[in-house]
């Protein structure tokens, strides 16, 4: 199936698969030169292209499936009119807006989503793409993402020694059995009439998920009143803006004008390198999804 799907103005396809690292990840793959990315699956990969403003999608199954799929990786359902009237006065901001900023990649799933994002929890960039490496080989089909049933089948002392996951073993597999089993219904998560401090808050409830991976994920799901704070934001904002105030008090001070936006007013600040030339790196020492 090929089809096109209309495009939100100001969009920009290479800004929102760079937006942040999940296209460094399988089952991810990106193009840059050629425009084209990749999702790796059981059935085969669906793959994106930008045709001339408007977003081809390929891949097997039906329409309305592969088109829910394009909008939610592409965030297309994100409105930021209210962030840009925000904007006035910080013309950098609207810049890197009007390039294309501000939509975040998503997995086709939120789930693989959260799995992500408790990988990347205290470890290196290269840490967090080695184990969602050996996740999709012990547990995935085709090179898919695994199914939230296909990890709950695996014991967590299997999970720690074949993934390499460490602590975040017992974490991921009582994830995954909650979720399989029904217990735990993520589209709570994604509902946007639910406050973001209560997502947070069920986010933390579960085990491994911390306040970083919770602001994480808000970010992703385009949800922004908080700033998932990591070692990588703390580095990136003290380059551009040294100071002897802690990061955290800094950071919540400087942002503070653009109210339920200012998660994405600190993260287009730190990233508008990225689209201006210089190519995102997470690793280092340091890392951030």
Wanted: with cysteine; charged share 25%; hydrophobic share 45%.
């Amino acid at each position: 199936m090929r089809f096109a799907l209309s495009l939100p103005p100001g969009f920009s396809f290479d800004a929102v698969v760079r937006s942040h690292g999940w296209y460094d990840l399988p089952p991810f793959s990106y193009d840059r030169r050629r425009g084209v990315l990749a999702i790796a699956g059981s059935r085969g990969a669906i793959t994106f292209r930008d045709a001339r403003g408007r977003l081809e999608v390929s891949g097997p199954g039906g329409r309305a499936a592969l088109a829910r799929v394009a909008r939610r990786v592409f965030s297309l359902d994100l409105d930021l009119a209210a962030f840009d009237a925000r904007l006035v006065d910080a013309p950098a901001l609207r810049r890197a807006l009007a390039r294309g900023g501000g939509r975040m990649l998503r997995a086709p799933t939120l789930f693989e989503d959260a799995v992500k994002m408790l990988l990347t929890t205290n470890c290196s960039w290269a840490a967090t793409q080695g184990m969602v490496v050996r996740l999709i080989e012990v547990a995935g089909e085709g090179g898919a993402f695994p199914t939230p049933a296909a990890i709950a089948r695996i014991r967590p002392a299997t999970l720690r020694s074949r993934v390499r996951c460490g602590y975040r073993a017992p974490a991921l597999s009582r994830f995954a059995r909650r979720v399989d089993s029904g217990r735990l219904d993520l589209s709570v998560w994604e509902d946007g009439d639910t406050p973001a401090e209560r997502v947070r808050e069920a986010i933390i409830g579960e085990h491994g998920f911390g306040p970083y991976a919770a602001e994480g994920l808000l970010r992703i799901l385009g949800r922004h009143e908080f700033f998932a704070v990591d070692s990588w934001v703390r580095m990136k904002y003290r380059r551009m803006y040294p100071g002897r105030a802690k990061v955290e008090r800094a950071i919540a001070r400087r942002y503070a004008r653009f109210g339920n936006y200012r998660g994405l007013a600190l993260w287009l600040d730190l990233t508008r390198d990225w689209h201006e030339g210089d190519v995102p790196s997470w690793d280092g020492g340091e890392k951030s999804p």
